[in-house]
């Protein structure tokens, strides 16, 4: 194919600086933005008397031909078109003539690709917002399964204080709540019209931008012509997005990894989401929950490439910002693989109750809850801690829990011990009690839930 920008240079390019040039292997995905676009740029040069109304009709019949084509198998993209734009250009002009070779007219592959991509990504972000969305019900009905699961929560990883697996898996629907507005604020500013920026500095042609804007259902256009081609923000703002999606993904497989090790045993995964070993005929291996903390590395890896891409860029476009849909594309096409997999993985792993309630019967977890008993008795908290942390080391010492510690030897240590301190302690009682907002009591986990379940609908 001859290049549409043959006239200054002869067009003849070297094959492989010509293959180095290439974007059709990424952008060819945007080729229903890129039709949907050109439709549009048609209608509106005719509605501005720019084009006549049979030359904007063979234009936009001739496009929605394409598009049909495509779609029914019978017109293959060409994989040597330089990209997406010159190929649908140049398809249509073969096809239709002379009122192709208009359609370019008052536009330019600068505002064009900076055009689809927006349009392009306005879906991608609702097809991850749907993934999302059915995450966070998934952890919301998995939660309700185990409102009322002790296990104990940690800190650095050492037992700490009773929750239950309920609380804990809300925490991550909350993450994943806000991942999902991040998403859609991402989406909103980036939901504004590039196209009659053309090259760098407007047209001298009399334009109607914002009519063009709203046949592609744009809030706005940009204000400024070289702002307006020049805008990367929205792949930026859409990768940190999707960034946070990824590191919170990222925590939890780190948990279901543990939580599946025989050293916790609080989860068994379903046989759908694990593997096994070549050669340890014992193992079930967490390979989803690992890809996932593993992939994540690679979204980052498009976040700082795109910033990188970005900060030395003078105004307005440079071919630099090519760079930007492959980035923007594995992000979008790896966290929507990530939450495609995870969702189900924790929608069909089956909790295991008991190792859960073992791994909260020892650790100390009601310790805190003892020195709130003496607290409750009238004695400063400060000392109650102390002696408290002297009642650990003497069960420590002799091998035992504060359940079977005897009542002699509490009340050795303070005369306002009884015998109703062994329900303050008791594990479930520790955790029934916490119903402060937000707390771990299976009402307030209730009431996360329906808050969620709520807001999602
Ligand atoms: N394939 C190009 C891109 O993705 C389209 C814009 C080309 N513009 C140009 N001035 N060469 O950025």
């Not at 059915?134 to 929560?153: H, K, Q, W, Y």
């Not at 990222?250 to 070549?278: M, N």
């Not at 299976?442 to 709520?454: A, F, L, N, T």
């Amino acid at each position: 194919m001859p290049k549409l920008w043959s006239g200054m240079t002869s067009g003849t390019i070297d094959e492989a600086a010509e293959d180095f040039n290439r974007s059709i292997r990424v952008d060819s995905r945007m080729v229903r933005e890129d039709i949907a676009g050109s439709v549009a740029h048609a209608k509106m040069l005719a509605a501005r008397n720019i084009i006549s109304p049979e030359d904007a009709e063979a234009i936009v019949t001739g496009l929605e031909g394409i598009l049909r084509d495509i779609d029914a198998g019978t017109l293959q993209i060409d994989p040597e078109a330089e990209d997406i734009h010159t190929f649908v250009e140049q398809t249509l002009t073969a096809r239709v003539g002379e009122p192709g070779k208009r359609l370019h007219t008052a536009r330019s592959r600068n505002d064009q690709v900076a055009l689809d991509t927006r349009m392009y990504l306005r879906g991608r972000v609702e097809a991850t917002a749907a993934l999302l969305k059915n995450f966070i019900l998934t952890l919301c009905d998995r939660a309700e399964e185990s409102r009322a699961m002790v296990m104990p929560g940690y800190t650095h990883l050492q037992r700490a204080q009773p929750v239950t697996m309920g609380h804990h898996l809300m925490a991550y629907a909350h993450m994943a709540c806000r991942d999902l507005t991040r998403l859609r604020d991402a989406a909103n500013r980036m939901n504004v019209s590039p196209i009659g920026c053309c090259a760098l500095a407007g047209t001298t042609y009399d334009t109607d931008r914002r009519y063009e804007a709203d046949l592609l259902g744009f809030d706005a256009v940009a204000e400024n012509s070289l702002d307006g081609v020049s805008d990367r923000d929205f792949c930026v703002e859409l990768a940190a997005a999707l960034s946070l999606i990824m590191t919170h993904l990222s925590r939890l497989s780190e948990e279901i990894i543990l939580w599946s090790s025989w050293e916790f045993k609080f989860v068994r995964l379903s046989d759908a989401y694990s593997t096994g070993s070549s050669i340890m005929p014992q193992k079930k291996n967490p390979d989803m929950a690992e890809l996932t903390r593993g992939k994540t590395g690679r979204v980052y890896g498009d976040l700082m490439a795109l910033l990188t891409m970005l900060k030395g860029l003078p105004l307005a476009y440079n071919k630099d910002m090519q760079e930007d849909k492959e980035l923007i594309f594995d992000a979008f096409d790896t966290v929507d693989a990530c939450l495609t997999v995870t969702a189900p993985m924790v929608g069909n792993m089956t909790f295991l109750p008991d190792s859960m309630r073992r791994a909260a019967a020892s650790g100390f977890i009601n310790a805190t809850d003892l020195a709130d008993f003496l607290v409750g008795r009238g004695m400063p908290f400060r000392t109650a801690y102390k002696l408290t942390g002297e009642l650990v080391a003497e069960c420590t010492k002799k091998g035992t829990t504060l359940e079977d510690l005897p009542l002699e030897a509490y009340r050795a240590k303070s005369e306002l011990f009884d015998e109703t301190l062994y329900d303050a302690i008791n594990i479930e009682n520790c955790l029934n009690r916490r119903t402060s907002y937000g707390g771990p009591a299976p009402e307030s986990v209730d009431r996360q839930i329906g808050r969620i379940r709520s807001i999602l609908k």
